[in-house]
């Protein structure tokens, strides 16, 4: 029984790191985003999961973000001051990566 058990909490562990590693950035992420950004990883900016953990919470997260690339600059981190709207991304895709990056924090 217990090891019944304990392969049950492995299964369902596996499941859900499984999980967790197949979230997909959108396409435009990939395009407009992930030249300076990667899901878990700082590499020219801050990782898309650092920038969800440090809004994680604000209910103004999206608007805040929106704001912030749209502007351009750096942001409070310590990195190379990010473009106004990065790569010429549009409202919409803008819109989608905030939301996608607001919902990492989830």
């Known amino acids: 029984m217990k090891k019944l058990i304990v392969t049950i909490a492995a299964v369902a562990s596996l499941a859900v790191s499984g999980f967790a590693l197949s979230v997909e950035i959108p396409a435009v992420g ?10 878990d990883k700082k590499t020219v900016g801050p ?15 999206v608007s805040k973000m ?34 996608f990056i607001a919902g990492l924090a989830k």
């Open 66 to 99: 929106t704001a912030s690339v749209v502007k351009g600059g750096s942001f409070g981190w310590k990195i190379a001051a990010m473009p106004p709207r990065g790569l010429n991304a549009t409202d919409a895709e803008i819109k989608t990566m905030v939301e």
């Open 30 to 39: 990939k395009t407009k985003c992930g030249t300076c950004h990667a899901l």
């Open 47 to 61: 990782s898309l999961k650092d920038i969800a953990a440090k809004f994680k919470g604000d209910k103004d997260a």
